[in-house]
């Protein structure tokens, strides 16, 4: 029977960031701009009893459930793919869980700083012919309802998902088709501000070969009709988009459960 534990290290290789310290501090100060205009992380102190209940299970679920049961060893992805096409994907690696400023790219902890970053846990997975992977991340935030909401609103005002600059990072591993999965393998993403938990879920994919991606789009990009980008032909964007939308479901359902069960 599976027990309840933290989750253990793996043997990984860390992520090289690209990013120069010119731009960090350039663009950063832009990024931060967000939390001028007051502060996110007390909430609306009127929200609703049960959305706090939830709140407050899901915050803790980075350590109180079961690795398998946030990523699942095996992920279906029914219609998930170009055309309507089915997908199943595999776990290969999981990362201990760790902080913020060691796993997010600079700027992207930048426009996340008004929820206040608490713990990244990530996964990597591929699909059934081990041609794509995709990492995919939750950053549990310190923010309440409001704080949420604020900074999902900002994402969606300012189009900050669709900026290659706060495109995630990715997480290879030896000897696994994520081997070879750095920055400049990096091919289409997507960071979804969730509202019913105080979670920020990510994932980005890319060629298990290795090659390099000059121009990364966003999903939303990626899988629009007729895109004719490498990411797009390639289905790269349905592999961030489907692994991603299934790890949220799996979590949103597990807050809910763990907020409704009996003492």
């Known amino acids: ?10 043997p990984a290789r860390r992520p090289v960031r690209t990013a120069s310290a010119l731009v960090c501090v350039v663009l950063g100060l832009g990024l931060i ?53 089915d997908r ?41 012919t081990s041609s794509s992977v995709t990492t995919v ?7 309440e309802p409001a704080g949420m909401e604020a900074l999902r609103a900002r994402f969606r005002s300012e189009r900050l998902t669709e900026r290659a600059d706060l495109m995630p990072l990715t997480f290879p591993v030896e000897g696994t088709a994520a081997a070879r999965f750095g920055p400049a393998q990096r091919a289409s993403w997507t960071v979804d501000v969730l509202t019913e938990a105080p979670v920020v879920v990510y994932a980005v994919s890319g060629f298990a070969d290795g090659r390099t991606v000059t121009s990364p789009q966003p ?18 964007g349905h592999e961030a988009k489907g692994i991603a939308d299934r790890v949220e479901r799996g979590l949103r359902a597990t807050a809910s459960a763990g907020a409704v069960a009996p003492e």
Request: with cysteine; net charge positive.
């Open 1 to 10: 029977m599976e027990t309840t534990t933290r989750l253990r290290p793996v």
């Open 33 to 85: 701009g967000g939390a001028a205009t007051g502060t996110w992380l007390t909430g609306d102190s009127a929200a609703e009893p049960a959305a706090r209940d939830t709140y407050t299970t899901a915050r803790a679920l980075w350590h109180s459930v079961p690795v398998d049961t946030l990523f699942p060893r095996t992920l279906k992805g029914g219609g998930a793919g170009p055309g309507g096409a």
């Open 88 to 128: 199943e994907w595999t776990r290969i690696a999981v990362a201990p869980d760790s902080g913020c400023a060691d796993t997010l790219d600079p700027l992207l902890l930048s426009a996340l700083r008004p929820v206040g970053c608490g713990r990244v846990l990530r996964a990597t997975y591929t699909d059934a």
């Open 137 to 143: 991340g939750l950053v549990f935030t310190r923010a």
């Open 219 to 236: 999903v939303g990009k990626a899988m629009a009709k007729g895109a004719t980008s490498a990411p797009a032909q390639a289905g790269l």
